[in-house]
């Protein structure tokens, strides 16, 4: 049975971190450490909205602390470039409540 967290093999690969506080950004991999602290290199918060398309913030090279994570996910970055989030309408998610 494997101890790590699964996220070796996503290394040097884009995916998408929804935190605690419901925010979803999206960058490459480029390290993580034993509490699951991330870093993530090109990334950029996608902000989601109900009245116009997705906003895109740069946030550059960005660390996230493994406390405030919920979820990592792989990018199909082909499917991901063939988005138009212009025209793409969600609700922001809501914080995660423990």
């Known amino acids: 049975m494997s101890s790590g967290t699964g996220l070796e093999n996503l290394v040097d690969q884009t995916i998408s971190v929804i935190t605690n506080d419901g925010r979803n950004i999206v960058g490459v991999l480029k390290g993580f450490d034993q509490a699951t602290n991330i870093i993530l290199d090109e990334s ?12 895109q913030l740069v946030l550059g ?16 970055e082909e499917l991901d470039a063939g988005l138009d989030l212009s025209k793409l309408r969600a609700h922001p998610l809501k914080p995660v409540i423990h």
């Open 61 to 76: 090279l960005y660390i996230i602390r493994g406390d405030n994570i919920s979820i990592v996910g792989e990018i199909d």
């Open 44 to 55: 950029h918060e996608r902000v989601y909205s109900t009245k116009e398309g997705v906003q």
